[in-house]
């Protein structure tokens, strides 16, 4: 599995038409195959600062969805008004919060 996460910026005058575009793109996200999870919350609207949060089954799925054409234009619309720190983790060891 890999896990996906970060932070994104945008300017704070853009955050409401941001987060509207960017939850159509979880909706048909969500769908694909090999998409465990895919969610955003914004964590400091003053900054228009969103912590991102993906899982994935593998690179395989992982990289399909980056190049679906609404993965790409969803980023040709906003990759000159963002910034982003986003890394990508493999997780060999999954189990539950509690487990040793």
Excluded: C, N
Aim: zero cysteines.
């Amino acid at each position: 599995m890999l896990i996906v996460t970060g932070y994104v910026q945008v300017p704070p005058s853009e955050l409401p038409a941001f987060t509207r575009d960017l939850a159509d793109l979880a909706r048909i996200t969500r769908e694909r195959d090999g998409a465990l999870s895919y969610d955003a919350v914004v964590i400091d609207a003053s900054r228009g600062r969103l912590l991102v949060m993906e899982r994935w089954r593998d690179q395989h799925a992982l990289s399909a969805h980056l190049a679906a054409a609404d993965t790409i234009a969803f980023v040709a619309r906003w990759d000159a008004r963002l910034s982003a720190d986003i890394r990508k983790y493999d997780a060999t060891r999954e189990r539950g919060l509690a487990d040793a």
